[in-house]
C-alpha cells in the first residue's frame, strides 16, 4: 500500500493523502520522499490551481518516525534527514499555488509543522495540535520555524517548551488554522473555501502569494518597495485588465 495517495481532479486540484493511518501517518523516509517527489509535480503543472495536503485515519501526522531515527543514532544521518524535511517545507512555499491542510484528526511534531508550513488550514472540531518533541528531550526547532510565523511568537514558544497541546478552537485563536468544522463537515469545508480560490485568478494569487512571503521577510521600507512592484506587474497583467473593465461594465470577470 502507498503511504501517499496523489489526485487531482479536472479543476486542477491535487490532493495529497497521507496513508499510514495504522502509524499516524509519520513521516518516515519514504513517505518524505512521495511528498516532497509529488509537491515536484505540482509545481511542473501548469494548470494546477490548488493543492490539498490531507490524511486518512484518526491521526493528520505524528511527526517524524521517532523508531527509524533511534536506528541511525548518527548526527550526519540527522541533519541529512531535517535537511531533506526542510526542503520540502520550502518546496511547499515555493509553489505558486495556495496550499490547503484538511487536519483531520492529530498533528504533532513535524506534523503541526506541516499544517503551519501551508498557507491555509481548515481544521475538524477533532483536531489536535503540539509541537511535543521535549517530552523526549528533543525540543522542535525545524517546526518552530513554521510555527513561530504562523502564530505570536511568545504562544509558538509556550507550546514548544511545554510540549501542550492545543484544541481546534484554540489554534484558531492563535491562527494557526483558518477554520474549524464538525469532524462529518470537514471535506465540504474545504471544498467552500477550495472553491472560493478557484474563483480567483491562477496569475494574481500566485503574484500574491509569492509578494506575501518575501515581504514577511524584509524591513518595512523594502516590503512596501515589493509590494507595489508586485501590484503595478499585478495590475499590468491581463487577468487584472479584465477585472477591472468587467468591474466598469458590472459583468462578470472572464478568466
Known sequence: MSTLLCERDARGVHTLTLNQPGRFNVLDEDTLQALTDAVAVVQADTQARVLVLAAAGKAFCAGHDLKQMAARPEQAYYQDLFARCSRLM??????????????????????????????????????????NGIDVGLFC?????????????????????????????????????????????????????????????REALAMGK?????????GLSAAYQM??????????????QEGVQAFIEKRPARW
Do not use: W
Open 210 to 218: 509569492a509578494l506575501f512571503y518575501r515581504q514577511l521577510e524584509t
Open 227 to 240: 509590494a507595489g512592484h508586485s501590484m503595478a506587474c499585478n495590475l499590468a497583467h491581463p487577468v487584472a
Open 90 to 131: 520550502l518546496a511547499l512555499r515555493a509553489l505558486p499555488v495556495p496550499v490547503v491542510a484538511r487536519v483531520q484528526g492529530l498533528a504533532t511534531a513535524a506534523g503541526c509543522q506541516l499544517v503551519a508550513q501551508c498557507d491555509l488550514a481548515v481544521a475538524s472540531s477533532e483536531a489536535r495540535f503540539g509541537v
Open 141 to 201: 526547532a525545524t517546526p518552530s520555524v513554521a510555527l513561530s510565523r504562523a502564530m505570536a511568537p511568545r504562544q509558538a514558544l509556550e507550546m514548544l517548551m511545554t510540549g501542550d497541546f492545543i484544541d481546534a478552537d484554540e489554534a484558531l485563536r492563535r491562527g494557526l488554522v483558518n477554520r474549524v468544522s464538525a469532524p462529518e463537515a470537514l471535506a465540504a469545508e474545504v471544498e467552500r473555501l477550495v472553491q472560493r480560490l478557484l474563483g480567483k485568478p
